[in-house]
């Protein structure tokens, strides 16, 4: 499926007797109509022969999971597969531009190393055997050790990224057959009435704040404060480019709100995040209170959900 502007709806009305007496059949469908996306883009990856598949999608939309999902089902149908994170070609914390205010750009594609990135994966695909780089974020530099990696005619490279499918970017291997794969969350939820209970990009929010809390140890008002930047970076270095994907997959689980309900009313417990965020905190939590409650226990282990929890 290509990419359109148009939002697909989840009537929450609907889903109101599934949450109550058939939770886990919701979820186990929701992840039944996510695995066939991914499925759809292996296929069309091996019919075609393209050894490069380019993932890309703005924050928390499901990126680094549904690139470790396709993977794993290339892997399951038999072939070799290397996972290659684009974050690993960032440059040096003192090599990267700036916004206007003086803070630091990491959205732009010029905070990658482009040159390395054509070096790396042009030798890896021509002599089958390259070095990653890996990023070093504690300290903001590329580390000293690198990851050794081989390819053959039956590898198949996994490349995700927020610059994935970028012109600059794709430039740098335009000799190599790509298939391209934006991901996003692109449903809002409704009430019966046709009317917005929550928009997609604030479910995308909801899903970076736990997710910055549980993994990366960021606070919400930390991660509140990055949320304009982030935006903006997206609607300047990916948005343009979006409608040249290749597959276009929408992540949202209709089960999401419901999951996250507790945990982010819970996170939002503190005045200090209303006095600094008065508007977004009270736009958050207002659509939060429309969910029921759903436990993560009826979550498999294997769900791209499982990366915000």
């Known amino acids: 499926m290509r990419y359109s502007k148009i939002m697909a709806k989840v009537d929450v009305g609907a889903l109101h ?8 059949e919701l979820v186990d469908q929701a992840e039944r109509s996510f695995h066939k996306k991914i499925m759809a883009v292996c296929d069309d990856t091996l019919k075609n022969d393209c050894h490069l598949i ?11 999971t549904t690139a470790k999902k396709i993977v794993a089902e290339l892997e399951e149908r038999g072939h070799k597969v290397t996972r290659i994170s684009l974050d690993n070609f960032y440059k040096n914390r003192d090599s990267l531009p700036f916004w206007s205010d003086g803070y630091k750009n990491c959205e732009s594609i010029e905070s990658m190393d482009l040159l390395l990135f054509e070096q790396v994966i042009g030798t890896l695909l021509t002599k089958g ?4 780089p890996v990023y070093d974020f ?10 050794p990696v081989s390819c053959d005619d039956d590898t198949y490279l996994v490349i995700e990224g927020i610059h994935a499918i970028n012109p600059e970017l794709s430039r740098c291997i335009s000799q190599f057959p790509s298939l391209s794969v934006y991901i996003s969350v692109h449903s809002d939820f ?14 995308r929010l909801m899903r970076r704040i736990l997710r910055d809390q549980v993994h990366r140890h960021t606070s919400v008002m930390e991660t509140l404060k990055m949320w304009d930047y982030v935006l903006k970076g997206e609607e300047l270095y990916m948005q343009p480019y979006r409608g040249f994907a290749d597959f276009h997959i929408n992540s949202t689980h209709v089960y999401e709100p419901f999951l996250y309900r507790d945990n982010l009313l819970k996170a939002f ?3 200090e995040i209303f006095s600094a965020y008065p508007q977004t905190a009270q ?6 209170e429309n969910f029921a409650t759903l436990s993560q226990q009826l ?3 294997s769900s791209l959900i499982q990366e915000f929890l």
């Open 17 to 24: 007797d599934s949450i109550l007496y058939r939770p886990q």
């Open 54 to 64: 380019m993932i890309t999608g703005p924050s928390a939309s499901g990126k680094t």
């Open 129 to 132: 055997f390259a070095h990653l």
């Open 138 to 147: 504690s300290t903001g530099n590329r580390a000293e050790r690198t990851i």
């Open 190 to 203: 409704i009430d019966p009435q046709g009317n917005i209970l929550l928009h997609a990009r604030d479910l």
């Open 269 to 271: 417990d503190n005045p």
């Open 283 to 288: 736009r958050l939590c207002s659509a939060a």
């Open 299 to 301: 979550v498999p282990p």
